[in-house]
């Protein structure tokens, strides 16, 4: 499946228009139609995410690998998981994570783009090298970390931010795909 460019550029085009389009409480659904914009651009016109197929389940299982990444070091620093910023799902214990998950997630879908677009059923192989993902390296405020490493720093730019009301201290995180 390869993209043109000029349809590449119109997706980008229209999905920074959502972004400037979100209000509060997303009240006309830019982060849903961005969302279903966005996965179908990588995976075609017919993907929906949950249904129960290869892409779906390698995007879930890569998803929660990094949910209890996030997980476990917000409980580390003492946080509760389930009091989170936006997501405030009463019987979510994971609200917390599900906020900060958003800039770790091109991670996993750039590995599911790759490996499981052809696939017939999630192997135990996707599954290890999804695990791996965990090892990877991103670069936070310009400097190359582990993914764990990353996690940390960006989890105490945010609690910097909050507790000292200073958006300077926000640590940018981007990622770089190696597997």
Same mark, same amino acid.
């Given at each position: 499946m390869q993209l043109s460019i000029i349809y590449a550029k119109e997706v980008i085009a229209k999905l920074i228009q959502f972004r400037d389009e979100v209000n509060d409480g997303d009240t006309l659904n830019r982060e849903g139609l961005s969302a279903k914009m966005y996965f179908r651009t990588l995976f075609g016109k017919d993907?929906? =995410?949950? &249904?129960?197929d290869v892409l779906n389940i390698g995007l !879930? /299982?890569?998803? @929660? +690998? *990094? =949910?209890?990444?996030? @997980?476990?070091?917000i409980i580390a620093k003492g946080l509760l998981p389930c009091i989170g910023i936006f997501h405030k799902g009463y019987n979510n214990p994971f609200n917390l994570a599900d906020d *900060? +998950? &958003?800039? /770790? =997630?091109? *991670? +996993?879908?750039?590995y599911v783009?790759? !490996?499981l677009r052809d696939a017939i059923i999630f192997k135990r192989e996707h599954r290890l090298e999804l695990i791996k993902l965990s090892t990877s390296d991103v670069y936070t405020n310009g400097v190359k970390q582990t993914l764990l490493n990353s996690i940390n720093i960006y989890i105490d730019s945010i609690l910097s931010v909050f507790n000292e009301e200073n958006i300077a201290k926000f640590q940018e995180v981007k990622l770089i795909y190696g597997v």
């Amino acid at each position: 499946m390869q993209l043109s460019i000029i349809y590449a550029k119109e997706v980008i085009a229209k999905l920074i228009q959502f972004r400037d389009e979100v209000n509060d409480g997303d009240t006309l659904n830019r982060e849903g139609l961005s969302a279903k914009m966005y996965f179908r651009t990588l995976f075609g016109k017919d993907f929906k =995410r949950f &249904e129960d197929d290869v892409l779906n389940i390698g995007l !879930n /299982y890569g998803y @929660s +690998i *990094l =949910r209890s990444q996030i @997980s476990k070091t917000i409980i580390a620093k003492g946080l509760l998981p389930c009091i989170g910023i936006f997501h405030k799902g009463y019987n979510n214990p994971f609200n917390l994570a599900d906020d *900060l +998950i &958003e800039v /770790y =997630r091109p *991670l +996993i879908d750039m590995y599911v783009f790759k !490996n499981l677009r052809d696939a017939i059923i999630f192997k135990r192989e996707h599954r290890l090298e999804l695990i791996k993902l965990s090892t990877s390296d991103v670069y936070t405020n310009g400097v190359k970390q582990t993914l764990l490493n990353s996690i940390n720093i960006y989890i105490d730019s945010i609690l910097s931010v909050f507790n000292e009301e200073n958006i300077a201290k926000f640590q940018e995180v981007k990622l770089i795909y190696g597997v």
